[in-house]
């Protein structure tokens, strides 16, 4: 299966900032990559569909303004979450693949 | 729109008892998948099932495609404490453009005591 890296493991910042956070396809071309969040004991939500090239397309809603996404490469996506406040704190996953997918080891964030 | 529900939400066990958590779509799927999540970690792909009555074993652990390909289940036989974790089940978005797009359930964490 492909092998997925996620940058930083976790992240801790001020209300307000902007935190990146990378995804990377170490052995798999991706053309497609999806960003998911996940609260405490609960499930994955799906956030948006990153696609190489062009625009993100966005689940219903998530703030497209403030979830950024850029895929730049067929092996890096990246989510900008700008002006963090604390309810944005949460764990962040990337996945690629076909009906398989394979996932990132995730970003905690936590905005204080 | 499509709803995967899973229960139980919770489920804990004793090491060598068994463990079954079920799943149940609103739409028919085309396939079901099931991943496992543990303590501080990402999912990860167990199986996926295709065919309507379709039954797969790995090991301990036994899945099943219900007949309407709307419900599935996952039993664990002899749960051992490696077995926890939470359990999720997830069924791709039906459309052209929704290659990949997976529904997840709302997952079963398994405790399992020594």
């Known amino acids: 299966g492909a092998v997925v890296s996620q940058h930083p493991s976790w992240v801790i910042c001020k209300s307000g900032t902007s935190v990146k956070i990378e995804c990377r396809s170490l052995d798999f071309q991706a053309t497609t990559m999806f960003w998911y969040r996940q609260f405490p004991k609960q499930s994955l939500m799906l956030m948006a569909t990153s696609n190489e090239g062009s625009k993100a397309t966005y689940e219903q809603g998530v703030e497209k303004d403030k979830f950024l996404i850029n895929h730049a490469s067929l092996t890096l996506s990246t989510l900008t979450v700008t002006s963090a406040h604390p309810e944005d704190s949460s764990f962040y996953i990337c996945s690629l693949g076909g009906n398989e997918q394979f996932f990132g080891p995730g970003t905690r964030l936590t905005v204080l | ?114």
Request: glycine content about 12%; proline content about 4%; aromatic content about 10%.
């Open chain 2, 1 to 114: 729109g499509q709803q995967v529900m899973q229960i139980p939400q919770y489920q804990h066990v004793q090491e060598g008892e068994d463990f079954t958590t079920y799943c149940n779509s609103s739409t028919t799927l085309s396939n079901i998948q099931w991943y496992k999540q543990r303590p501080g970690g990402h999912p990860v792909f167990l199986i996926q099932l295709v065919k309507s009555g379709e039954v797969k074993k790995q090991k301990r652990l036994t899945f099943q495609f219900g007949e309407a390909k709307k419900n599935s289940s996952l039993h664990i036989t002899a749960t051992q404490t490696t077995d926890v974790g939470t359990y999720f089940c997830a069924g791709p978005r039906a459309g052209g453009t929704s290659y990949g797009k997976l529904t997840f359930g709302q997952g079963t964490i398994l405790t399992v005591h020594p």
